[in-house]
């Protein structure tokens, strides 16, 4: 499975938006780069998934690079609830078998500051 | 529309008892997986089943750990024998069915095992 490098964590204050890169250079071209995170305690929870282009939800923006060997979670507006470890996966797609599993490395750690 | 069910939320055994960890998937959803994160450590695959199948075990150990997702019914995680070092949160995550492209999955609130 194709690696990804985070940093170990990052800080951020309330209100203010947030860039978590992701560095994936030995994407391949069937790979789909996924985030997730997890809150203290709780099972992670998909964040945004994107191919190529940068993608919008209710959550979060994912910007990806041209060459797709990096890529950035965009929280717009950073909350207490926030604060959380984001992990940015490669999953290869489209279809099911047994390439489905998650790879989870080690995510960066936000912490968001009142 | 319910998330992803897991129980029990906490559970403690002896060594040497065996463990059944129970989840059950959102509405609609066909595929499980198992996940494992020891303290202090990243999430770890486990097993993918689709129903009455086993998908990949990879990630499984090869002795006393085993998991069936019956036609009906929940899946089940079970860990016979169960040691110190089984001592872990177990999460399930579910998904739709093949066909749509690079699916999400979704995540229930885990099991907390602890092994005394």
């Known amino acids: 499975d194709a690696k990804t490098t985070q940093p170990n964590s990052m800080e951020s204050n309330e209100e203010e938006p947030v860039h978590l890169p992701c560095n994936h250079s030995?994407?391949?071209?069937?790979?789909?780069i996924h985030w997730y995170r997890q809150l203290p305690s709780q099972g992670p929870e998909y964040v945004i998934h994107?191919?190529?282009s940068n993608v919008n939800n209710r959550m979060a923006s994912l910007a990806i690079a041209e060459d797709r060997k990096s890529s950035t979670l965009i929280l717009h507006r950073a909350t207490l609830r926030d604060a959380a470890v984001y992990y940015c996966?490669?999953?290869?797609?489209?279809?099911?078998?047994?390439?489905?599993?998650?790879?989870f490395g080690t995510g960066t750690l936000l912490a968001v500051q009142p | 529309n319910a998330g992803v069910m897991q129980n029990p939320r906490h559970l403690v055994r002896r060594r040497g008892q065996e463990a059944r960890l129970r989840c059950s998937p959102m509405?609609?959803?066909?595929?499980v997986y198992w996940y494992r994160q020891l303290p202090e450590e990243g999430l770890k695959f486990m097993v993918y089943?689709?129903?009455?199948?086993?998908?990949?075990e990879s990630g499984m150990p090869k002795e006393r750990f085993s998991a069936e997702f019956p036609k009906e019914g929940p899946s089940i995680l079970r860990i016979q024998q169960v040691v110190r070092g089984d001592s872990a949160a177990y999460f399930c995550?579910?998904?739709?069915?093949?066909?749509?492209?690079?699916?999400?999955?979704?995540f229930g609130p885990g099991t907390r095992l602890t092994v005394t």
């Open positions: 995550a579910s998904s739709p069915a093949s066909g749509r492209v690079s699916y999400e999955q979704y």
């Open positions: 030995t994407i391949s071209g069937t790979d789909y």
């Open positions: 994107g191919l190529t």
């Open positions: 996966i490669l999953k290869f797609g489209p279809y099911g078998g047994a390439t489905n599993k998650l790879i």
């Open positions: 509405k609609g959803h066909s595929h």
């Open positions: 089943l689709q129903k009455e199948n086993i998908i990949d």
